[in-house]
């Protein structure tokens, strides 16, 4: 039994409001009514923050009985009442005594109303936690009989507490308050959890994210509150009393902004803050949301569509947030609902007349990095690709084959919990009808797209048919709506002709001076400049990283093109393991860039510290820094070799995750600066042979120093150790490493690591892999690619050379 005088403290802010309004008199006393017009005044909490009444929708002529955030232009609905449907002009909203908040349509038909009252109310209000309330008042006590906090629809506001079995619901899309397929659930046995339900009958799905991880039910840790503290922070309070905590520690101060926590539409969970003081609009920052990659995340489940529909596949936008496609041959079942089901522009029947062969008839797309968690019906093993698709082609039931290590497995429709993943192992065959669609690519398409290119061609036949004036005009006004829907898109920034088209903000030498407090607290430094700690409000994480580049980048109008290219080449790129660009400066003689903060600081600080990180640790940031090579050097719109891949310019974030830092710089480092007289970009003990030998200088640069960088990952000690501290013998990493590995005496790098010893596998194949990727002939080493399916085990690894043994 919980503590009463704990319950006490925790409900303590809901009660100080009752007595403040009844000494504003701000009662609604029963009688009161709201009517559905575009002129009615809501009821106002004394703030004037929040309102309660109807909210008017798109059509004109619909309102939503909701409670708004009032003073922020977006209006932005945090509670809404009657499923989240919509009600005609002219309904009614009465408090009434024995029914509570009683809605009603034009002809005075009831729709809904707050039945849970028990005892009779005897007023409400609205107050400044966005909480409504109606009361009971005697002459003894006061005490609340119902409140929009105790019934939560998609959203948590600061002093707001779910309880044991309370749930918050998703609602179904973006502009639609019915509710959705999402919910997040606070369990019996203390987790809170995420997951999907059927919407015909709420029957709930496996969870796709447990938050908290206390599964003891009933006992001293396991979770029984969520509590959204007035200070802005959300939690978990423990039995034991001890939290834990959900918001990072870094919250914005709650007078001077406006916080929400909502479950999205598309299932995600964010934890939102907006300025009280502001100008223009600034909209909402997401500072924290969970899960990471909801298309990832979803897709452990084997029921339920997952966090597209059926048929579809998930792919993160660079704001973290999903995104539905159909895949190739396939259109949206509803073309309203993007983020629906997605059905075959063909009908593939068991019963066909047999006069064409299956080869004749169908063919296959192949698609990369996607893949659907559909449990396979069958599966062939050992076979070849060409068998596995013949396979495949010749069964009715097969919609998709996939094919790895000499094995197919076949999937048949409708597939489920699809998502874009490159993690995907293997080669994945999407079955399609010769002449519905025929593939234009092997990437996933649109039916949007479509959409628009043949509105596009619509527009063209209109033109080439109609007068030159009429022509002329037309032209004139597409071109002029097409400019400004795109303008708003994009954010122009730069003087006179060197203007860069990017998403990234500039900021004033004013401001990043202010920010940092004169540039005062150092983070780090190194060939490209001093990093400097920073507080901007306006951004995601509150703090930044702010590097300044002055002194490194030469003040010219060509190194100032090539500047703000490198820049919008840098804000284009979007990589779970890469540090993001936020901003940067570009005033005068001064160049900066600003980046997210990330609070565990680099790998080096991680790696070479008293206490030696984990096997797991080790190994998945290894893996996360070889994806985001994998995606500078292959995957993004253009290719960035990185030139200093170290520990140092590795970061790590909040859950200890790989971040890559200062690519794309290396093309700004002035000739004079580098480390040698020869032009050599990089950093002593990481840089590869090439630079001093005047052979081009390609991907396998970065390649080489991560070769060096796995290996230190793996033993945790430095590439090149002062002789009195490690001994001649490890002064060389590498040369070290060569020789334990010919030796067969790879314990000898992990010490005592036990988890290491008991993973000798995974050790195995990772020294082989960073022993592939430092030899000395370019050629020789894998690409990033390569290397990425080598360390995840997805194909054989040959026993490696000794790096040092070929000559020019």
Known sequence: ???????????????????????????????????????????????????????????????????????????????????????????????????????????????????????????????????????????????????????????????????????????????????????????????????????????????????????APNSSSSGYLVIFSETGYLYILRRNGQRFELTPRMVFPVRDYYHRATLEFDGVFIHYSHPKTFSGNPGWTAFWYEPDNICVNIGGGTLGSGACGYNSVCRLNDYQRPICECPQGFSLVDPNDEYGSCKPNFTESCEEDGTTSAEDAYGFVELIETFWQTPNYEQLNPTSEVECKKSCLQDCFCAVAIFRNDSCWKKKLPLSNGRKDSSTKGKVFLKYKKGSLPPQSDRLSFSVKKKNHGTLILVGSVLLGTSFFVNFVLVAAFCLGFFLIYHKKIIKVGRGDNIVETNLRCFTYKELAKATNGFKEELGRGSFGIVYKGLIQMVARNFVAVKKLDGVIQHSETAEKEFKTEVKVIGQTHHKNLVRLLGFCDEGQHRMLVYEFLSNGTLASFLFGDLRPSWSQRSQIALGIARGLLYLHEECSTQIIHCDIKPQNILLDDYYNARISDFGLAKLLKMHQSRTNTGIRGTRGYVAPEWFRNKPITVKVDVYSFGVLLLEIISCQKNVENLEIGGEEKAILTDWVCDCFEAGKLDALVENDMEALNDWKKLERFVMVGIWCIQEDPSLRPTMSKVTQMLEGVVEIQVPPSPFSTTD
């Open 1 to 215: 039994m919980a503590n009463p005088l704990l319950h006490l403290l925790l409900f303590a802010p809901f009660l100080m409001p009752f007595f403040t309004l009844a000494q504003a008199n701000g009662r609604l006393m029963v009688g009161t009514s709201l009517t559905a017009t575009d002129k009615t005044t809501p009821w106002l909490s004394p703030s004037n923050d929040f309102a309660f009444g109807f909210h008017e929708l798109s059509d004109k002529d619909l309102f939503l009985l909701s409670i708004w955030f009032d003073k922020i232009p977006d209006k932005t609905i945090v509670w809404y009442a009657n499923e989240g449907k919509p009600v005609p002009r002219e309904s009614k909203v009465e408090l009434t005594a024995d029914r509570g908040l009683l809605l009603s349509d034009p002809q005075g038909n009831e729709l809904w109303s707050s039945d849970s009252v028990i005892d009779e109310a005897g007023y409400g209000f609205m107050n400044d936690t966005g909480n409504f309330v109606l009361v009971r008042s005697d002459s003894v006590k006061v005490w609340p009989v119902w409140e929009s906090f105790k019934n939560p629809t998609d959203t948590m506001l600061p002093t707001q507490i779910m309880e044991t079995d309370g749930v918050l619901f998703s609602r179904l899309k973006e502009t639609n308050f019915s509710r959705g397929r999402f919910q997040l659930h606070l369990l019996q046995n203390g987790n809170l959890v995420l997951n999907t339900q059927n919407k015909e009958t709420s029957w709930a799905y496996d969870a796709y994210y447990y938050i908290s991880g206390t599964n």
